[in-house]
């Protein structure tokens, strides 16, 4: 049924059965709605608001730009003072050998980006047929037609196959949890899903293929999953010996959420080839993703074409790069990574406290402030809900009406039906706020286990 309201505004609302509520105001990390409640944001929406909701510095910092260069176009002839301070200092240490950065609007757009920046690479090197990309299942990238293709996020994908599934393949991820086998070790897991990635590279043959993507740690489809140690090691090892780029997406996991400023630096690997950025860069003052690349890149596009194929009349915008200028400067004036550590500490001690002992609940896991919950028909047994369960989402329904914004996988991703609700809350959560949320959390999963136990 279509709700009233969603049938009258001009706006094409994304579920038509729901009325959405009006954020009238937000402060910190809680949101006020026109009904007069108030909720914690507890997953700073899609994981992007990781300042709160309210920092004059920022607002000063825009409304300074707005007044110096509101807008130039920085395809070619021009550049912002903004935009060089940013790169400078996301790059200025050149984390990884990552030296050069392009900034575009939206994550989906920087997966386009990264897929476009590696087949121009090959290009320029004289291997225009290195174009294929390996991802992997139950990942997702973006929505635009680009960054689907590369993604294995089946009900996403499905009515527009004839737009994608060109020059793409998918192994599967890195998912101790549900799909390593009885009786497998870690070290058996790692070794199948290597021998995997290197038949499907021997497969496609090594000289048409472009890149490997994955999230470095597993967002909304499988849920705050960090992969099992060795795992990118060997995945980078793979991408040496075949001569492939490594893409690493950390839209989602990225700029701090795990504790370092990217989630890669803690799994022992040189870093990425290309890597992409979006959500924490702007803290969701305004709407900026980006694109990091390795030195080796650039040299490439510099003994070749010498340019970028690529661009958009809104990318590295002023106004977006000046607001994530200033963000990025308060998590380090504040040095708030050390808190996202301390704080992601407690939180995931409350999680096990408060919420493992609860029916349903199957596994906790996640680093830093970037945490999930995934449930089980029956934990114990490792049975899975049947697909049309939507346990999760009632969980998250009922975590709305409790004054709790935690964000939802739809269980619709893939092959392995997984349901989990994410809690990320903000660098600056303190102490009493996460154990609000957890409260908060416990009782809404009780409410919704009730009638189904
Ligand atoms: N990559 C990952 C890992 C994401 O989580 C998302 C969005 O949720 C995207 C890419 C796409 O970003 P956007 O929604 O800004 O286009």
Known sequence: MTDPFVAQSHILHRAFGQRPENV???????LVLESGKTMYDATCGPSVS???????????????????????????????????????????????????????NSGS????????????????????????????????????????????????????RDWISQ????????????????????????????????????????????????????GTTLGCLPAIPGYFKAVRELCDKYDILLI??????????????????????????????????GGGFVPLSGVLLHQKIFDALAAGSKG????????????????????????????????????????????????????FVADIRGRGLFWAVEFLADPEKGVAFPKNSKFCNKVVDSAFENGLNILGNLGVTGDVHVEHVIIAPPYIVSESEIRDIVQLLKVSIEEVSRPTL
Request: some cysteine.
């Open 308 to 359: 970028l194929l690529h661009g958009h009349t809104f990318q590295a915008h002023p106004i977006a790069t000046a607001a994530a200028v200033a963000v990025q400067k308060i998590i380090k004036e504040q040095d708030l990574l050390k808190n996202v550590t301390k704080m992601g500490r407690i939180l995931q001690k409350a999680l096990e406290d408060m919420i493992r002992p609860l029916p």
């Open 109 to 160: 757009e920087a997966t386009d980006a990264a897929i476009k920046l590696a087949t121009q690479y090959w290009h320029e090197r004289g291997l225009p047929n290195k174009s294929h990309v390996i991802a992997r299942k139950q990942s997702y990238h973006g929505n635009t037609i680009g960054a689907l293709n590369v993604s294995g996020h089946t009900s996403r994908r499905e009515i527009y």
């Open 167 to 218: 020059n793409v393949s998918f192994v599967d991820p890195c998912y101790a949890f549900r799909l390593q086998k009885a009786g497998e070790s870690s070290d058996q897991y790692l070794q199948r899903l290597r021998d995997q990635l290197e038949a499907e590279i021997i497969r496609l043959g090594p000289q048409n293929i472009s890149s490997f993507i994955a999230e470095t740690v597993s």
């Open 248 to 281: 690493l997406d950390e839209i989602m996991c990225g700029m701090g959420k795990t504790g370092t400023m990217h989630a890669w630096e803690q799994e022992g690997i040189r870093g990425p080839d290309i890597q992409t950025i979006g959500k924490a860069l």
């Open 50 to 104: 990781v300042l709160g909701h309210h920092q004059p510095k920022v607002t000063e910092a825009i409304t300074r730009q707005l007044n110096q260069v509101a807008y130039v176009y920085s395809g070619a002839r021009f550049t912002a003072e903004p935009n060089e301070e940013l790169a400078s200092m996301i790059l200025g240490s050149r984390p990884g050998g990552l030296s050069k950065a392009i900034f575009v």
């Open 24 to 30: 009238v105001t937000a402060e910190g990390i809680k």
